[in-house]
């Protein structure tokens, strides 16, 4: 089988087959005597669970992966797939809490949503889903102005300033700039919720889409694994 024929089936370039190849994320490809690859079935089947994992997982998730596939580590690979859907969980549960908090008929009701009012960096980031260098970097870009207390410095969160993050964090799900986040910001402290409430929908919807991709990635998975020797399971003490 050569290239062009698998490059058909899967509507990519040939060019994308080498890419592949150079990442050393598919078995090694001989060639034949005058110099042309000689792809097999195998290679096959390779090239269909890479292209069918891409879209939910993303690009990075597919090089961390198909090594060990190589290398028969099929229930790791297993456990990676199962911590991908479950963060994906994760992040459309932050999502719906935003279109939540969005819902809320007046400002003065969000502190009830968490029933306290005043937020450590780390609390906000457990939240919200997200890293404290990401909300750090938000303030330095002046989308979130936390208070500061007098006696040590440290930086205190307030539930609309968890709101502003969980708004940051939808907007940028579905790839809108800064200037869009600012936009979307400003009607909140407006109190005109409509346009971050749709963008947190569309998030959603994002989402949702990442999960069907993603189950369709797990099937040519599935095929792929069928066909891989397994390694030896572990030794455990």
Not at 65 to 71: A, G, W
Not at 136 to 154: A, C, D, Y
Not at 211 to 219: N, P
Request: hydrophobic share 40%.
């Amino acid at each position: 089988m050569n290239g062009i024929e698998i490059a058909r089936k899967l509507n990519i370039s040939t060019s994308a087959l080498r890419h592949y190849e150079s990442w050393g994320i598919v078995p090694k490809v001989e060639r034949s005597t005058n110099g042309y690859r000689i792809y097999t079935k195998e290679h096959e089947a390779y090239f269909q669970c890479i292209r069918a994992l891409i879209p939910g997982f993303g690009v990075e998730f597919v090089r961390e992966v198909m090594p060990r596939i190589k290398k028969g580590d099929k229930l790791e690979v297993l456990w990676l797939i199962n911590k991908a859907q479950v963060s994906l969980h994760f992040e459309r549960e932050t999502l719906q809490k935003t279109v939540e908090m969005l819902d809320l008929k007046e400002l003065a009701n969000i502190p009830k949503f968490f029933n306290k009012e005043l937020f450590s960096i780390g609390e906000v980031a457990k939240i919200a889903n997200t890293s404290a260098s990401s909300i750090r970097h938000w303030e330095k870009e002046r989308l979130i102005k936390p208070e500061r207390q007098n006696e040590n410095g440290f930086r205190i969160y307030s539930s609309s300033d968890i709101r502003k993050v969980l708004i940051i964090r939808a907007v940028q799900r579905v790839a809108y700039s800064l200037d869009i986040v600012r936009e979307v910001l400003s009607g909140l402290d407006n109190n005109n919720v409509s346009q971050a409430k749709e963008i947190a929908l569309k998030s959603l919807q994002y989402i949702d889409r990442s999960l069907v991709e993603q189950v369709r990635g797990i099937a040519y998975l599935h095929r792929l694994l069928e066909i891989v020797p397994r390694k030896e399971p572990r030794n455990y003490p």
